[in-house]
């Protein structure tokens, strides 16, 4: 005897395919960049109604203003059982307006390419479809929260309080950011973001050199010191990411920046990082440094709940055939900051494919009805407990 129903939630998924690739195309079709409030504004609406127009009207609905981001949407649609659970999705993508006219949704056998298709507008699609499947196999459910942000790719500062006090109400968080390859995620990194400026004395290189102070120069001595936080052992990684300064070969240069990205996995290096960031002097004191330090998602890391979710997701799994593995990855998500409250996630959940953020971004259609089956089994299995 199966534990759950994954494989008839699968199997209807895979009768219902071609209405699943219709709703990816149109949630595809709406350009949703992080930064434009406009475009995100304009999509919001047309995202809901499809909800609304696949599960009904919502037992309860919430918009939080999101200023000069995107808006947060929060819908409950009623179970049959106690409780609730969270999807948790972000609409907006990392991708411009635009894009689309030269890439539109286009598929070619398994593969099905587009800009957010994988990050993570198929996250949208799964929960709808896995509601849909339980609600038509007549499986126990408790409610299903789905919470919608707009600034995941720039940080979550509007999303992150809403999605905590979901979170907090919720008897598992589940994430359908990519799939690993088919595996959930239960440890991603966190990460420490810092500007650097330096602000130095513009002279000419050939008349009055001793006049300047470079801030070129400068910023190039402290660039191995922030290549030396690194810590392999620790997995704390240190990347320059940017740099730049100057206005001309013959000038001392007045001003240089870098953009610096860490990447921490043991959570007291954020204290060590940001601590040794703030403490960054200049070596030569006519120049003035200044440092900005973003924390800006903590290290996700297994919590007391995360051997007991896998067990069930893999349960779903076992269902279906497959085994579900259990990836680390360096790249963080909103499951951080769900993580770094103890709470019970899940993250991962979402499409399999390739290429978030890069041009060949896509899913694999054969993953859609898996994942949200894995998805649809670990829901059922809630109320069970
Ligand atoms: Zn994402």
Known sequence: MPTTHASAVRDLVEEHLNEVLADLDLLVSLETPSRRRDLLVAALPQIEAYLVRRLGEPTRRVQHDGGDLGDVLDLTWAGTDEGQVLSLAHYDTVWPEGTLASWPLTRDGDVLTGPGVLDMKVGVVQTVWMLLALRELGVPHPDLRLLLTADEEVGSRVGRP????????????????????????????????????????????????????????????????????????????????????????????????????????????????????????????????????????????????????????????????????????????????????????????????????????????????????????????????
């Open 162 to 385: 809403h999605l905590e006090q979901a979170a907090r109400e919720a008897l598992v968080t589940l994430i359908t950011e990519p799939s690993a390859g088919g595996a959930v995620k239960t440890r991603r990194k966190g990460m420490v973001f810092a500007d650097l400026t330096v602000h130095g004395v513009e002279a000419h290189a050939g008349l009055d050199p001793d006049a300047g102070a470079s801030a070129v120069h400068e910023l190039a001595t402290l660039v191995p010191r922030l290549v030396e936080l690194a810590d392999r052992e620790r997995q704390t990684t240190v990347n320059v990411g940017t740099i730049s300064g100057g206005s001309g070969r013959n000038v001392v240069a007045g001003r240089a920046t870098c953009e610096v990205d860490v990447r921490i996995q043991d959570p007291a290096e954020e204290e060590r990082i940001v601590r040794a960031l703030e403490a960054l002097e200049a070596t030569d004191h006519r120049c003035r440094l200044e440092v900005v330090v973003d924390r800006n998602r903590p290290p996700m890391n297994p919590t007391a709940d995360t051997d007991r979710l896998l067990a069930l997701v893999r349960a779903a799994g076992a269902d279906l055939g497959v085994e579900v593995g259990d990836q680390p990855v360096g790249g963080a998500s909103d499951g951080n900051f769900v993580a770094a409250l103890g709470l019970p996630v899940l993250d991962g959940l979402g499409g399999i494919g390739a290429g978030p953020h890069a041009r060949h971004e896509h899913i694999l259609v054969s993953g859609l009805a898996r994942q949200t089956a894995l998805m649809a089994g670990v829901v059922e299995q809630l109320t069970q407990a």
